[in-house]
């Protein structure tokens, strides 16, 4: 991998991890058309890393203050939440994984994401008219949707951020709850591999490329964050649906 490749990676999985247009799926799709190998995959990982810790530094002061007020409920709604992707990786890891070699797959995956935000405009224009915080039962279907987003394609932000919406959270509730919920689960994910990892293979990625494609994933995350927070404000996530829904089309038709 070229320190270029390393640096459009970086930007690409930091820009779209939080942005709700599939970050998994436009790596699979830059995958293509860099003919990276399957190794590079714990790149994506360590990429994955990177911008988990731009969610922390970006929520640092909420987490405190949480820790500082001892706010177990929250811990037990996250718990629950990471719940069904933890079921859902140990069950399907293999057709998840063979859906990331497939661009049309993910293209049409991306299709999938664009209606799922349709769904979350829709909500963002109703009026609440209920408790707008999250329960048992919302952190149960946010869980859900975060375990679907485990397909490449289908943007893990989007699923999660719209489902919480739509079960009653407010915006700035849904958008918290569904970053908070990615740290258990993005960490999750980052032991497994390193777990399952060739040694020799976690000994490569101390290189330069991996090193600068992770502060490059980083950065461009806490930018990204800042980004979709004011597009939740504004009432504006149906841009992100049509920009899905585009891109979608696009990969079946050039892709296949």
């Not at 950065?219 to 149906?238: D, H, T």
């Amino acid at each position: 991998m070229s320190i270029i490749e390393a640096i459009i990676s970086g930007l690409v999985q930091g820009l779209t991890e939080f942005l709700p247009v599939s970050s998994s799926g436009h790596l699979a799709l830059i995958h293509n058309i860099f003919g990276f190998d399957v190794s590079d995959i714990f790149f994506d990982i360590c990429l994955h890393l990177a911008t988990l810790v731009a969610v922390i530094v970006y929520f640092r002061k909420y987490i405190a203050g949480l820790i500082e007020r001892r706010e177990v409920i929250w811990l037990v709604y996250l718990g629950i939440g990471t719940v069904p992707a933890v079921i859902a990786a140990l069950f399907f890891e293999n057709k998840i994984t063979a859906v990331f070699g497939d661009p049309v797959k993910v293209s049409g995956m991306l299709i999938v994401t664009a209606f799922v935000l349709f769904a979350g405009q829709a909500a963002l224009l109703v009026k609440r008219v209920s408790r707008p915080e999250a329960t048992m039962g919302r952190s149960v279907i946010v869980g859900i949707a975060q375990a679907f987003a485990l397909v490449p394609g289908i943007s893990r932000s989007g699923a999660t951020i719209s489902a919480g919406m739509v079960t009653g959270m407010g915006q700035e509730e849904a958008f918290r709850f569904s970053f908070l919920l990615s740290i258990p689960a993005i960490s999750g994910a980052f032991l497994y591999k390193i777990l399952t990892q060739d040694h020799m293979e976690f000994a490569f990625s101390a290189g330069i490329n991996y090193i600068i494609g992770m502060i490059c994933a980083f950065v461009m995350g806490l930018i990204s964050l800042n980004i979709l927070k004011r597009v939740i404000i504004a009432k504006k996530l149906y841009i992100f649906g049509i920009y899905c829904l585009a891109a979608g089309v696009a990969g079946i038709l050039f892709l296949r």
